[in-house]
């Protein structure tokens, strides 16, 4: 090593990596489907074993929830949504929809954000739990610290930012509405997959 090798090197000293960790900032980063594996996790820890749901994706319910030790046994049923934008009432009442048709008792709505007011009036009055953002990372919290550890590897593997196409399963990409100019997440695979996602940008409560 040379002397100006020896004096950059001493100017410029090598920066630890920063360590990621727990909080509403990265839970919130995360794209939908990696916050559904993320949830599918925590239920498994809660004795729950979560099963994709077979109605259609826009049906307002991602997870059926058996009993571990009953497995034919449907206890509860889930809707996870990730973003940064408070959840409304309409999400509420579709879910409770659900869960009435279903007939099942317990329901989960998860959210890495929060609720609006009226959401959570509407959801205390039909016993839906509702899980926003904090409270999850206090789920999170109170397992062991290999369970959390392992939960924080799962989320921040790979591009776990980029959402994934509800439609192909595949990263999705920057498009732009040619006629209003607005940014959306179209599917990489246009026009063999159709998948396009809302950008969100701003929060609103």
């Known amino acids: 090593m040379n002397k100006v090798t020896t004096e950059l090197s001493e100017l410029s000293p090598e920066r630890e990596p920063v360590k990621v960790v727990w909080n509403l900032e990265l839970l919130q980063s995360i794209e939908w489907k990696r916050f559904e594996e993320l949830c599918e996790v925590v239920f498994s820890y809660l004795n729950l074993h979560p099963r994709n749901s077979h109605l259609a994706a826009d049906a307002g319910l991602d997870?059926?929830?058996y009993d571990k030790k009953l497995p034919k046994h449907l206890v509860a049923i889930a809707e996870c949504q990730a973003g940064s934008r408070s959840v409304g009432i309409?999400?509420?009442?579709?879910?409770?929809?659900?869960?009435?048709?279903l007939r099942v008792r317990r329901a989960y709505f998860l959210t890495t954000s929060s609720f609006t007011k009226p959401a959570i009036k509407f959801a205390n009055k039909n016993k839906v739990t509702l899980i926003d953002g904090t409270t999850f990372l206090k789920l999170i919290a109170s397992r062991s610290k290999e369970q959390s550890d392992a939960l924080l590897s799962l989320a921040t593997e790979g591009d776990y930012t980029t959402p994934t196409c509800p439609g192909c399963g595949l990263k999705m990409v920057t498009k732009q509405d040619s006629k209003t100019g607005t940014e959306f997440w179209g599917c990489r695979i246009y026009p063999r997959c159709k998948g396009k996602l809302k950008m969100q940008k701003v929060n609103q409560a």
């Open 63 to 65: 997870f059926e929830l």
């Open 90 to 101: 309409k999400y509420i009442r579709d879910f409770y929809g659900v869960m009435t048709a």
